[in-house]
T-cell receptor, first 115, second 112 residues
Framework: GAVVSQHPSWVICKSGTSVKIECRSL??????MFWYRQFPKQSLMLMAT?????????EQGVEKDKFLINHASLTLSTLTVTSAHPEDSSFYIC???????????FGPGTRLLVL | SQKIEQNSEALNIQEGKTATLTCNYT??????LQWYRQDPGRGPVFLLL?????KEKRKERLKVTFDTTLKQSLFHITASQPADSATYLC???????????FGAGTRLFVKA
């Protein structure tokens, strides 16, 4: 149990376009989802916390107009990278609170390359 | 300032030996500590959670200790196998807190 999926697993786009990444909890209801960014050989950097039905809470330094988060249901959250630029190229990972509040279950990640 | 420190140098061990990874923290009062495994290009996978009032927890070949006085957790993999090669992340959750804070991880290589 406690499976989280992400789609797409990788995406290549041109600079200036927008990219949407979906995060789904497949077998449990996730009241909270988290979005992380990870650069090679570095730690997970929390970007924002998403609660179902309410606005996301962004970490300091993360542009909310650049990274739009929507948590429309208890099983789906989306991250949209708007007007993507090469510096947005990274590995984006979502996670969801599982049946036990402390444990986060992670998706497999989405690798974004902006040309 | 708050810090979570994991050994940034990779740990290389021989198959069959016990791997021990360390997680130290400062300026935190964690209610619990978790260990995750992350393979290259993949999301982390939850392994174990230990609470502040627990000294030790085991799961199959894994053992975690939690010393709130030393502000340290040790993660052991006994009878290690090449398939255990991965990056291991520790993560802290504070009392009354909402977020989980992750360390940078330690890369483990198990040689056959």
């Amino acid at each position: 149990g406690a499976v989280v999926s992400q789609h797409p697993s990788w995406v290549i786009c041109k600079s200036g376009t927008s990219v949407k990444i979906e995060c789904r909890s497949l077998d449990f209801q996730a009241t909270t989802m988290f979005w992380y960014r990870q650069f090679p050989k570095q730690s997970l950097m929390l970007m924002a916390t998403s609660n179902e039905g309410s606005k996301a809470t962004y970490e300091q330094g993360v542009e909310k107009d650049k990274f739009l988060i929507n948590h429309a249901s208890l099983t789906l959250s989306t991250l949209t990278v708007t007007s993507a630029h090469p510096e947005d190229s990274s590995f984006y990972i979502c996670s969801a609170r599982g049946p036990f509040k402390e444990t986060q279950y992670f998706g497999p990640g989405t690798r974004l390359l902006v040309l | 300032s708050q810090k979570i420190e994991q050994n940034s140098e990779a740990l290389n061990i021989q198959e069959g030996k016990t791997a021990t990874l360390t997680c130290n923290y400062t300026n935190y009062s964690p209610a619990y500590l978790q260990w995750y495994r992350q393979d290259p290009g993949r999301g982390p996978v939850f392994l174990l959670l230990i609470r502040e009032n627990e000294k030790e927890k085991r799961k199959e070949r894994l053992k975690v200790t939690f010393d709130t006085t030393l502000k340290q957790s040790l993660f052991h993999i006994t009878a290690s196998q090449p398939a255990d090669s991965a990056t291991y992340l520790c993560a802290l959750g504070e009392t009354g807190g909402f977020k989980t804070i992750f360390g940078a991880g330690t890369r483990l290589f198990v040689k056959a």
